[in-house]
């Protein structure tokens, strides 16, 4: 059984950062990627960043990529997604997930879930 845990959301300024934690048990060799989600008030759930579990391969939305760096442990079963040049637009609820599938970058084949953490960036 899977299960996900996320740590490190809070409140930031514009211009700030903020480094994500998602550690996770009941991760096999099978496990092939973790996910970053969020979701904003009033708006759909985004995918917006992924890990290949096997190789650090990683894949980022256009509206992160070049200011979110995602990492993982695999020893420590972790995964870590460091914001930086953090934007208003940025405040939401942060989900991590975990996929056995190998099309990785489609967010629909996440699987398992953690409970979210709240990140809150003020202007």
């Known amino acids: 059984q899977v299960q996900l845990a996320e740590s490190g959301g809070g409140l930031a300024q514009a211009g700030g950062s903020l480094r994500l934690s998602c550690a996770a048990s009941g991760l096999t060799d099978s496990t092939f990627a973790m996910g970053w989600f969020r979701q904003a008030p009033g708006k759909e759930r985004e995918f917006i960043a992924a890990?290949?579990?096997?190789?650090?391969?990683?894949w980022y939305s256009a509206s992160v990529l070049g200011r979110f760096t995602f990492s993982r442990d695999k020893a420590k079963n972790t995964g870590y997604l460091q914001m930086d040049s953090l934007k208003a637009e940025d405040t939401a609820v942060y989900y991590c997930a975990v996929t056995f599938s190998t099309t990785w970058g489609l967010g629909s084949v996440y699987d398992y879930w953690g409970q979210g953490t709240q990140v809150t960036v003020s202007s």
């Open positions: 890990i290949k579990w096997a190789n650090s391969a990683t």
